[in-house]
């Protein structure tokens, strides 16, 4: 199996719940110019998603597990996602 540009090579992702919440990516405050690593183009989504309980993440009662990823809508890349548990309908 060859390298996957939304896998990053660990062959599994979390399994979503629901429908994603996508964003412009904010670059306030960054002089890096922000360009996708794959396709080069210029303009990248914030995408955060509930996904189901993974199994290396503590998710305390009253919280739900859910990703953070930047993703680019012009090609297949999306960078590693951040798996967090936050207050259930939190922010």
């Known amino acids: 199996m ?3 540009e939304r896998d990053h090579g660990y062959g599994t992702s ?16 960054s002089d890096a110019p ?8 210029t303009r990248l ?3 955060t998603v509930t996904i ?15 990703t953070h990823y930047i993703g680019c809508a012009a090609c297949p890349w999306a960078s590693p996602a ?3 548990a936050r207050p259930i309908g939190g922010k």
Request: proline share 12%; charged share 25%.
């Open 52 to 66: 189901e309980r993974p199994s290396l993440l503590r998710v305390p009662d009253g919280s739900e597990a859910v």
């Open 2 to 4: 060859g390298y996957s």
């Open 82 to 84: 951040v798996c967090v």
């Open 14 to 29: 979390p399994d979503p719940i629901g429908s994603p919440t996508v964003e412009d990516l904010d670059t306030t405050g």
């Open 45 to 47: 989504f914030s995408v």
């Open 34 to 41: 922000v360009e996708c690593p794959n396709c080069k183009a």
